[in-house]
């Protein structure tokens, strides 16, 4: 049973630079039909994707962050990182790490984010 | 991006209710649609994926239909262990998006 956990500073002061990493366990993060996500959510709000990763290094990121957002990949530590530059109020959430998995149909791929880790919080304060 | 818009944002339905949510895409999306629960406190859990697949260990009473603008998540006896709330995100295009979500809350 593959499983995700973030790890970070809780607390980041506003203009500097927010760092995560999430660990996979019990399972590869260097195989084939995952991607790895992050996704966030600030309170009263929903849910916003941030960016993702595949093994190779191949990375998507949301236009709205892409500035500021950087998703790198260690798969001799299974892991991948989030780092979200010059930090603002507005970056306070819970964020999440996701395993984003593509069932393929022909020539269609479905992504949905199968597994999740269970969030940790970060607040962005002086 | 694509806008995703649920309806209605919040409701109040009973133990045993069936309870249809709905989604809306901004422009078609074929059957690029999935379906997360959020219990307060809890990580998004999948319920839905490709707009009516059942994700595996997910009970039969949730089932998702509709393609292009228009979906819908129904829960057809609704459970205690159900009330919380509901996301539609879209997988048709890059950045994926998500609804503002749906409360299901205990009248």
């Known amino acids: 049973q593959v499983q995700l956990q973030e790890s970070g500073p809780g607390l980041v002061k506003p203009s500097q630079t927010l760092s995560l990493t999430c660990s996979v366990s019990?399972?590869?993060?260097?195989?084939?039909?995952?991607?790895w996500s992050w996704i966030r959510k600030p309170a009263g709000k929903g849910l916003e994707w941030i960016g993702r990763?595949?093994?190779?290094?191949?990375?998507n990121y949301n236009p709205s962050l892409k500035s500021r957002v950087t998703v790198s990949v260690d798969t001799s530590k299974n892991q991948f990182s989030l780092e979200l530059g010059s930090v603002t109020a507005a970056d306070t959430a819970v964020y999440y790490c996701?395993?984003?998995?593509?069932?393929?149909?022909?020539?269609?791929?479905?992504?949905?984010?199968?597994?999740w880790g269970k969030g940790t919080t970060v607040t962005v304060s002086s | 991006d694509i806008q995703m818009t649920q309806s209605p944002s919040s409701l109040s339905a009973s133990v045993g209710d069936r309870v249809t949510l709905t989604c809306r895409a901004s422009?078609?999306?074929?059957?690029?649609l999935n379906w997360y629960q959020q219990k307060e406190g809890k990580a998004p859990e999948v319920l839905i994926y490709?707009?009516?697949s059942l994700q595996s260990g997910v009970p039969s009473r949730f089932s998702g239909g509709g393609s292009g603008t228009d979906f819908t998540l129904t829960i057809s006896s609704l459970q205690p262990e159900d009330f919380a709330s509901y996301y539609c995100?879209?997988?048709?295009?890059?950045?994926?998006?998500f609804g503002q979500g749906t409360k299901v809350e205990i009248k």
């Open positions: 422009q078609s999306i074929s059957s690029y």
């Open positions: 019990g399972g590869s993060i260097n195989i084939a039909n995952y991607y």
């Open positions: 490709a707009a009516s």
């Open positions: 996701a395993r984003e998995y593509y069932d393929t149909r022909g020539y269609h791929y479905y992504y949905y984010m199968d597994v």
């Open positions: 995100q879209q997988s048709y295009s890059v950045p994926w998006t």
């Open positions: 990763i595949y093994a190779s290094g191949r990375t």
